[in-house]
């Protein structure tokens, strides 16, 4: 069974930065796009960064350009967000998710995670 | 491009049909529409993709339908289990995503 798992979420003071990890299993990790979604407190998803199976295209939303770094370690099958200058509003909890299909894929999020809650707060 | 879902809460009992739709402000191409459901404190689960086609394991009481701006998921007859927020999403500008709002569907 497709596993994603995420890790390293926590509190952090506004103007901060956390690592977010997310380890994959039981697919052909290369092969899949991979996506960020978080989802602040009682709110709806809202996308934030998408990374191709090989790493070369980065796609991010507006509201993290140039804060957020998606990565990837194909060879240890992880998934990573680096956040940086973190505001109070980047409050949420956020998912790892692996597309739907491999390739080219439609960056459609099929398998996700359970989440990682990130708190920026002083 | 935004997607709003509507309506925001369907109060319904176990048995009885439900109905929600998610309107696009632009027309969405090849279908590229997705239902996904989410239960408190759990990640959201793919039911539909391309507009009308179930995901793995997914029980034949959901279909899709819609194309263009208008799309709606059905639930035939609402299980117990059933009970939860549905977001709609597109892929149609990925990898740029966008969600709706969301539909809670309660007892």
């Known amino acids: 069974e497709v596993q994603v798992l995420e890790s390293g979420g926590g509190l952090v003071q506004p103007g901060g930065s956390l690592r977010l990890s997310c380890a994959a299993s039981e697919f052909t990790f290369s092969s899949y796009a991979m996506i960020w979604v978080r989802q602040a407190p009682g709110k709806a998803l809202e996308w934030v960064s998408g990374i191709g199976g090989s790493g070369s295209d980065r796609y991010y939303a507006d509201s993290v350009k140039g804060r957020f770094t998606i990565s990837r370690d194909n060879p240890k099958n992880t998934l990573y967000l680096q956040m940086n200058n973190l505001r109070a509003d980047d409050t949420a909890v956020y998912y790892c998710?692996?597309?739907?299909?491999?390739?080219?894929?439609?960056?459609?999020?099929?398998?996700w995670g359970q989440g990682t809650l990130v708190t920026v707060s002083s | 491009f935004v997607l709003t879902q509507s309506p925001g809460t369907l109060s319904l009992s176990p048995g009885e049909r439900a109905t929600l739709s998610c309107r696009a402000s632009?027309?969405?191409?090849?279908?590229?529409l997705a239902w996904y459901q989410q239960k408190p404190g759990q990640a959201p689960r793919l039911l539909i993709y391309g507009a009308s086609s179930r995901a793995t394991g997914i029980p034949d009481r959901f279909s899709g339908s819609g194309s263009g701006t208008d799309f709606t998921l059905t639930v035939s007859r609402l299980e117990p289990e059933d009970f939860a927020v549905y977001y709609c999403q597109q892929y149609s500008r990925s990898p740029a995503l966008t969600f709706g709002g969301g539909t809670k569907v309660e007892i």
């Open positions: 632009q027309s969405i191409s090849s279908n590229y």
């Open positions: 998710a692996k597309d739907h299909v491999s390739g080219d894929g439609l960056w459609l999020p099929g398998s």
